[in-house]
């Protein structure tokens, strides 16, 4: 969940923060945080309830959204360099 800072500047949750983070790596390298969602198993409805604040995710849950994105980039990676050297 948000909450207005000191400043009135708005906060976030850890989670929020994690989420965004896995959000903004999962788009430098072409990919969505839906399809992130979708390589991870979980519904897309639920990884905007976490990124929201609505629902607070389980740690692994989180963990495992970073998983599958840095396995999205790597087989992305991979293809890469096949193509590379063909």
Not at 22 to 39: C, H, M, N, P, Q
Request: hydrophobic share 45%; aromatic share 4%; proline share 1%.
């Amino acid at each position: 969940m948000r909450h207005l800072g000191v400043d009135n500047t708005i906060m976030e949750s850890t989670t929020q923060q994690a989420i965004r983070a896995i959000r903004e790596k999962a788009e430098r390298s072409g990919f969505t945080l839906s399809d992130v969602a979708y390589a991870a198993g979980i519904d897309k409805a639920q990884v905007s309830r976490w990124s929201t604040g609505k629902v607070v995710p389980l740690y692994s849950a989180v963990v495992n959204l970073q998983e599958a994105c840095d396995a999205l980039i790597e087989a992305r990676l991979l293809m890469l360099q096949k193509e590379s050297q063909a």
